[in-house]
């Protein structure tokens, strides 16, 4: 187990584009070691989501998970999802208004424009194609984490600054209306 530092804002590295991982390393030994590091990493931190530039690794590699997440006790549980090269487009037309923070964004959460469905292309860490739809408030956590291999952070997407809030503040005036409308989406598409 290796739990790694988690990068901040402000860290150049962040905001860089990340690569591809070569065809050649899907399967490799360096690959698997990465992506246990990402998953140790999430899991310690209570994170959704971890993407390798927030632990300092430039390669386009991220995973997801949501178990009964005390950081988001609203969102859908999400089994553990690892994502090699991911491309994601976009579903139909429909937007909803996603409250998010992000590790690498200690003690701010804001709204953000997220497509309420999202196809999304990648390749396992063993190099099996993976090719799904996400629905719901859970497309919304793949949108983040696959921003964090272009070097976007939440913030960039933030349409309205007044809607930045703490932790703390969060939870007092905001998340029982959120949490009501995430209840709505989950009930829609199933996530
Ligand atoms: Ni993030």
């Known amino acids: 187990m290796s739990v790694r530092d988690i990068v901040e804002v402000g860290v ?12 050649a390393d899907l399967g490799s030994e360096d690959l698997a070691t990465l992506v246990e590091d990402l998953v140790d990493s999430m899991r310690a931190a209570q994170g959704a989501g971890l993407a390798a530039p927030q632990i300092g690794v430039g390669l386009r590699v991220c995973v997801i998970e949501v178990r009964d997440n005390p950081r988001y006790p609203y969102k859908p549980n ?13 579903l139909g ?16 959460r804001g709204l953000v424009p997220r497509h ?13 194609r993976l090719d799904s739809e996400i629905w719901g408030v859970t497309a919304g956590t793949y949108q983040h984490e696959c921003d964090h291999l272009d070097g976007v952070l939440f913030l960039d997407r933030v349409r309205d600054t007044r809607s ?4 703390d503040a969060f939870r007092e005036h ?18």
């Open 164 to 167: 930045l809030s703490t932790w």
């Open 78 to 90: 999400v089994p553990l999802t690892i994502l090699v090269n991911p491309v994601i487009t976009p």
């Open 93 to 108: 037309d429909e937007m909803f208004d996603n409250f998010e923070g992000c590790l690498s964004v200690p003690g701010l």
């Open 174 to 191: 905001h998340e029982a209306d959120f949490a009501r409308r995430v209840r709505a989406l989950v009930e829609r598409f199933g996530s």
């Open 116 to 128: 309420a469905g999202v196809r999304v292309e990648a390749f396992s860490p063993q190099g099996e």
């Open 12 to 23: 150049p590295s962040l905001r860089e584009r990340a690569t591809r991982v070569p065809t």
